[in-house]
Every structure is written in structure tokens, then in C-alpha cells.
Nanobody, 125 residues
Framework: QVQLVESGGGLVQAGGSLRLSCAASGLTFSNYAMGWFRQAPGKEREFVAGIRWNGISTRYADSVKGRFTISRDNAKNTVYLEMNSLKPEDTAVYYC??????????????????WGQGTKVTVSS
């Protein structure tokens, strides 16, 4: 069965950094584009970053562009999200997701096939 497991969340001060990881199993990892989404209290789930199946291209939400970096290691079946210069408004539960049979990167969470259970990131002021 497909399983995505996020890790690396926690409490950090504004301006600090965290690196999230998402380990995938039960799927052919290189067949999937991967994305990171987040959901803050009272807010809709939103796209944060995405990466093509081969890692050759990436996409970011405007709110995190220049601060966050998505990467993947297909040999390890793992996708990462490095978050720098964190702001209180980055506080959310962060989810990784897998999108099969696409050559690109999609933004709609409804188009993703598999989801992790999330890891919480809290940024204090």
C-alpha cells in the first residue's frame, strides 16, 4: 500500500529554518510529481511547492518564493522542503502529496492521488 510519511516539523522562531522530509513507499516514486501543501487554522489547503517527476523543474507559491526550496531524491524515495526565513504566517500543518501520470506540476490538491498525514510547523514571533 502507498504510504507517505512527513517529518521535520516543530517550533521555530521567526527568521529560523526547518527542513521537512517526506518518505514514500508502495509506489514507483519516479512516476510521480510531488507537492507540498499547507493548511493553517481556518484556512483552505494551499499549494506551497511542487517538483517534476525527475526533479528538473519546480514551482512555488508566491508567498514562499525565494525562501523555500523543494527537492527530491528518487533513489531514496524522498522529497524535501527546506524552509528559510520563516514567518509567523508560515504556521500550518504541512502535507506532502503524490500526483501520478503527469509530466508537469499541478496546483490543485484534488488532482493529487496520495497524501501524508502532515507535520505541524509553528513559527513564533
Amino acid at each position: 500500500q502507498v504510504q507517505l510519511v512527513e517529518s521535520g516539523g516543530g517550533l521555530v522562531q521567526a527568521g529560523g529554518s526547518l527542513r521537512l522530509s517526506c518518505a514514500a513507499s508502495g509506489l514507483t516514486f519516479s512516476n510521480y510529481a510531488m507537492g507540498w501543501f499547507r493548511q493553517a487554522p481556518g484556512k483552505e489547503r494551499e499549494f506551497v511547492a511542487g517538483i517534476r517527476w525527475n526533479g528538473i523543474s519546480t514551482r512555488y507559491a508566491d508567498s514562499v518564493k525565494g525562501r523555500f526550496t523543494i527537492s527530491r531524491d528518487n533513489a531514496k524515495n524522498t522529497v524535501y522542503l527546506e524552509m528559510n526565513s520563516l514567518k509567523p504566517e508560515d504556521t500550518a500543518v504541512y502535507y506532502c502529496a503524490a500526483d501520478k501520470f503527469t509530466l508537469g506540476i499541478r496546483y490543485d490538491p484534488r488532482q493529487y492521488d496520495y497524501w501524508g498525514q502532515g507535520t505541524k510547523v509553528t513559527v513564533s514571533s
